[in-house]
């Protein structure tokens, strides 16, 4: 009972010299005009803090809507490029009808792996968006892997990190092209090899997919080398930081080569 009002006390006096405290700055700010520009300056100071810390907080909750509605506008320009393409190469053969190369799908990486000797990632786009096993899965940044299996909803990537993946790579400053496969270890570095010995190689030089591929685009930045070494005296085998960041995937595209179906197809011809 003496505890209950001795608090009740203690919180009597604290709002007792609130209300007077209020009422001091009250009469000192309505009666001295420099005191009243001080404490006013001091108010909007205040204000414009939590103003700022209100937005960078809104800001970074509208930070996933913003990325989304990024990725999906850089999947509208691709494709409106592969169109560009494609009606380029009907004016030059004159063909009735010329469709683009690559269809591509937005998707959003929901579990990625990185530290393991075959990773993998599992993105929020299946069968029911039309994405199939064997299409690429690419940023502008770099290739991330293969599809492997689909379900309605959802499907399963290699990811480029893993042991027997491998990426056709060249060089931008001569062509020169060759596997680039990851060697384990860390997550940004990949090799590029079976690069001829007499082909001049210098660091910072960039290194795009080659084309060479029915599964992967043209000309997709995939990093830069850092270093070289001679392998079995014939080739040179080059040491590239990737661009891209496999340990904060986020959002990809798979892609789907209108190619693939035909070349197969002459691949079968051969005897």
């Given at each position: 009972m003496n505890n209950r009002a001795g608090l009740l006390s203690t919180l009597t006096a604290i709002i007792l010299f609130i209300v007077l405290e209020s009422l001091s700055i009250l009469l000192l700010v309505e009666n001295s005009v420099v005191q009243r520009f001080r404490i006013l300056g001091t108010v909007r100071t205040a204000q414009?803090?939590?103003?700022?810390?209100?937005?960078?907080?809104?800001?970074?909750?509208?930070?996933?809507?913003?990325?989304e509605q990024l990725a999906e506008e850089n999947r509208q320009l691709r494709?409106?490029?592969?169109?560009?393409?494609?009606t380029?190469?009907?004016?030059?053969?004159?063909?009735?009808?010329?469709?683009?190369?690559?269809?591509?799908?937005?998707?959003?990486?929901?579990?990625?792996?990185?530290?393991?000797?075959?990773?993998?990632?599992?993105i929020d786009r299946g069968?029911?968006?039309?994405?199939?096993?064997?299409?690429?899965?690419?940023?502008?940044?770099?290739?991330?892997?293969?599809?492997?299996?689909?379900?309605?909803?959802?499907?399963?990537?290699?990811?480029?990190?893993?042991?027997?993946?491998?990426?056709?790579?060249?060089?931008?400053?001569?062509?020169?092209?060759?596997?680039?496969?990851?060697?384990g270890g860390a997550s940004d570095r990949m090799l590029l090899q079976e690069?001829?010995?007499?082909?001049?190689?210098?660091?910072?030089?960039?290194?795009?997919?080659?084309?060479?591929?029915?599964?992967?685009?043209?000309?997709?930045?995939?990093?830069?080398?850092v270093g070289t070494k001679v392998s079995k005296g014939s080739s040179q085998e080059l040491t590239v930081a990737l661009f891209e960041e496999f340990r904060s995937l986020h959002s990809v595209y798979v892609v789907k080569n209108n190619r693939q179906p035909e070349i197969e197809e002459l691949y079968e011809q051969v005897p």
């Open positions: 414009a803090w939590v103003w700022t810390r209100t937005s960078d907080i809104h800001y970074y909750f509208n930070l996933r809507s913003e990325n494709e409106q490029l592969d169109r560009y393409a494609a380029a190469r009907r004016i030059d053969s004159l063909s009735v009808e010329e469709g683009p190369d690559f269809i591509w799908i937005g998707a959003t990486v929901i579990k990625n792996t990185v530290n393991r000797q075959r990773n993998h990632l599992i069968r029911r968006d039309g994405v199939e096993p064997g299409m690429g899965v690419v940023t502008s940044r770099g290739v991330v892997g293969i599809v492997g299996a689909v379900s309605n909803h959802y499907a399963y990537v290699f990811s480029l990190l893993g042991t027997g993946q491998s990426v056709s790579a060249k060089l931008a400053a001569s062509g020169a092209f060759g596997p680039m496969v990851w060697p690069i001829p010995v007499h082909i001049q190689v210098a660091p910072g030089d960039t290194v795009l997919t080659s084309g060479y591929s029915t599964i992967y685009p043209p000309d997709i930045p995939l990093g830069s080398v």
